[in-house]
């Protein structure tokens, strides 16, 4: 069972930056894929990123594509997401999911974190 904590959520204003730091409980850590989903207010989660066990490949939502960067680091546990040039649609609760592979849909992964909250101000 690999238990996931999101942090480095917070409020920003419209342009600015936050990363996200998902830490993971077990060293399998490093044989899976790891995501980065969110959710807003009275919608259905979303992909927003993900990547490789290696950190080889990447792959973003258009949403995102530019502005976000999706990294890890299988010494220590943890898989990151820098957000820049953040935008009031940016608001949502953040996920970080582990799972099998480059995947994107919700139902394919297998653990989740509890979330962190992201809100951009305009």
């Known amino acids: 069972q690999v238990q996931l904590v999101e942090s480095g959520g917070g409020m920003v204003q419209a342009g600015g930056s936050l990363r996200l730091s998902c830490a993971a409980s077990?060293?399998?850590?490093?044989?899976?894929?790891m995501a980065w989903f969110r959710q807003a207010p009275g919608t259905e989660r979303q992909f927003v990123a993900v990547i490789s066990w290696s950190g080889e490949r990447t792959d973003y939502a258009e949403s995102v594509h530019g502005r976000f960067t999706i990294s890890r680091d299988n010494a220590n546990p943890t898989v990151y997401l820098q957000m820049n040039s953040l935008k009031p649609e940016d608001t949502a609760v953040y996920y970080c999911?582990?799972?099998?592979?480059?995947?994107?849909?919700?139902?394919?992964?297998?653990?989740w974190g509890q979330g962190t909250q992201v809100t951009v101000s305009s």
């Open positions: 077990e060293r399998t850590f490093s044989n899976l894929a």
């Open positions: 999911a582990a799972g099998r592979g480059i995947l994107y849909r919700v139902h394919e992964y297998d653990f």
